[in-house]
């Protein structure tokens, strides 16, 4: 793989070739909290007031990873996982996105 653009696939093969023994040892249910653990860290690095955008990159690089791992455990092709998302919405296949929906975690001014 070069420094340059790379694809998805490019990404979720070499984190296999790489680490893909270790975490196929480990199994899905140990990996699977290894990735909560890296989604905890990028939540707490995007709570900062003043976010450092290396280690934003850093955790984001870091939970997509962990993402592409389970993947490959679980025998899934993240490009083909993601190809659902290439039309827009999968509910309403719009984009931007029409479906209105409320959720509760939306930002909130702080107290």
Known sequence: ????????REFQ???EATYGEKD?????GGTFMWF??????LARALKKGTPDRKNLEEEFSDVFAWLCTLASIADI??????RRYMKGCPRCAAAPCRCGEK???AE???A
Do not use: K, N
């Not at 793989?1 to 998805?8: A, E, L, N, R, T």
């Not at 196929?24 to 899905?28: E, N, P, Q, W, Y």
């Not at 092709?77 to 993601?82: G, I, W, Y």
């Open 1 to 8: 793989m070069s420094d340059g653009d790379f694809s998805v």
């Open 13 to 15: 093969r070499m984190i």
């Open 24 to 28: 196929r040892s480990r199994g899905l």
């Open 36 to 41: 909560t653990e890296e989604v905890g860290e």
């Open 77 to 82: 092709d993240m490009t083909e996982a993601c």
């Open 103 to 105: 959720t509760r975690f």
């Open 108 to 110: 909130r001014p702080e």
